[in-house]
């Protein structure tokens, strides 16, 4: 391996990223919307009212520290989080509203 001087070295800015999305996805199932705590900070930072990425729509998900020993960027001594994002909550509230709405419809 031969160094080169700073001015001629390359810099590499996609391998940790890369690598880290691929830890990601390889814990994802499949169509699950998974994203990592630097993309959620960003998402879920604007102060636009119709924001489709609003805190809201994100679940953070719990990852086995035996197997998840990745750190975060922000605070060096707790885990880099892991959020999916969920419309299936939204889903999952509205399911609820329409079975009740058809068993009231049902008992009248």
């Known amino acids: 391996m031969v160094a080169l001087p700073v001015e001629k070295a390359l810099i590499d800015i996609t391998c940790a990223s890369i690598s880290l999305t691929s830890k990601i996805a390889s ?12 993309v959620y900070d960003i998402v879920t930072s604007s102060s636009d ?12 998900i719990s990852l086995d520290p035996l197997k998840w020993k990745y750190l ?8 880099y989080h892991v ?7 939204v889903d999952m509230f509205n399911n609820l509203i329409q079975n009740s709405n058809e068993i009231n419809d049902y008992g009248n």
Do not use: I
Not at 30 to 37: A, F, R, Y
Not at 49 to 60: A, I, T
């Open 49 to 60: 009212q119709d924001n489709l990425f609003d805190k809201s729509k994100f679940v953070q």
């Open 72 to 79: 975060s960027q922000s605070d060096l001594e707790s885990l």
């Open 83 to 89: 959020y999916e994002f969920s419309n299936r909550l």
């Open 27 to 38: 814990v994802s199932t499949p169509n699950q919307v998974l994203v990592g705590e630097y």
